[in-house]
């Protein structure tokens, strides 16, 4: 059982930064791939960035030059960096780690809006 808390949220205005944070109860190197996901109302919910136990990464093409996934060691936190923020990037934002099962935080709201 792995337990994931985001935090780092809030309202920004359009073409500012946030790092969101998420800590689990395990050491992060031991899970295969952690994940940040987003949902919007009314959509459903989306990948935007992921990083795997030995380093490889992949962002969602809205993502792309904009959020940064990083750990801060192999153990905790995981982090997503996100700058030039647009209010399309309005969402819950939820950390999920990956193997062996599937675990979700219970999300962080980001606001994009002036």
């Known amino acids: 059982q792995v337990q994931l808390v985001e935090s780092g949220g809030g309202l920004v205005q359009p073409g500012g930064s946030l790092r969101l944070s998420c800590a689990a109860s395990v050491s992060i190197s031991s899970i295969y791939r952690m994940g940040w996901y987003r949902q919007a109302p009314g959509k459903v919910r989306e990948l935007v960035a992921a990083?795997?136990?030995?380093?490889?990464?992949n962002f969602a093409d809205s993502a792309k030059g904009r959020f940064t996934i990083f750990r801060a060691n192999a153990k905790n936190p995981l982090y997503l960096q996100m700058n030039n923020l647009k209010p399309e990037d309005t969402a819950v934002y939820y950390c999920?780690?990956?193997?062996?099962?599937?675990?979700w935080g219970q999300g962080t709201q980001v606001t994009v809006s002036s």
């Open positions: 999920n780690a990956l193997g062996p099962g599937s675990y």
């Open positions: 990083i795997t136990s030995g380093g490889s990464t």
